[in-house]
């Protein structure tokens, strides 16, 4: 499991923007009401590639919300 902490300054608005969004694309993402933290479970074997598309796409979320 990897937990990734969004600015705890942050409105909890976006923190739900950025979990539906990856959602949206396609990634299974956690999320706790009320605090500002994204749960990732990623499988015990994952590709590489898996790992950047996810980065590309967290990147890519962030750039659109900010």
Do not use: K
Request: proline share 3%.
């Amino acid at each position: 499991m990897a937990a990734v902490d969004i600015n705890e300054d942050a409105d909890a608005s976006v923190t739900i923007r950025i979990h539906r969004e990856l959602v949206r694309r396609g990634y299974v993402v956690g999320r706790r009401p009320g605090i500002n933290v994204l749960r990732l479970d990623p499988s015990l074997t994952i590709e590489e590639s898996d790992i950047q598309g996810f980065l590309a796409t967290f990147e890519s979320v962030l750039t659109d919300l900010g």
